[in-house]
């Protein structure tokens, strides 16, 4: 069984940094797409960064460009995500995604828990 562990959340004040990690575990044949979705209180789940599989072509919300960086270390199965220049409406759980192969031809999406994030003074 794959597992997606998130770690790195907390609360930081408006300005402030946090860098999330997401490490996969367990039966991966190949890792495709990874990435980072959020979800506020009230709001659907949206898209905060992702990587294709050879992580060169990162993609993020608008509301997050320039202020945050994804990268991958497919030796280790880990997706981090460097969030700078917090702001309050980052506020958010940030949850881990990866679109993984647990065998050729097959794919499919897992999660993780989710890590809440908090930028407030």
């Known amino acids: 069984q794959v597992h997606l562990v998130e770690s790195g959340g907390g609360f930081v004040q408006p300005g402030g940094s946090l860098r999330l990690s997401c490490a996969a575990s367990?039966?991966?044949?190949?890792?495709?797409?990874m990435g980072w979705f959020r979800q506020a209180p009230g709001k659907q789940r949206e898209l905060v960064a992702h990587t294709t599989s050879g992580g060169g072509n990162p993609n993020y919300a608008d509301s997050v460009k320039g202020r945050f960086t994804i990268s991958r270390d497919n030796a280790e199965n880990t997706v981090y995500l460097q969030m700078n220049s917090l702001k309050p409406e980052d506020t958010a759980v940030y949850y881990c995604h990866a679109l993984i192969s647990v065998y050729s031809g097959s794919s499919r999406h897992f999660w993780g828990q989710g890590t809440q994030v908090t930028v407030s003074s």
């Open positions: 367990g039966s991966i044949f190949s890792l495709n797409t």
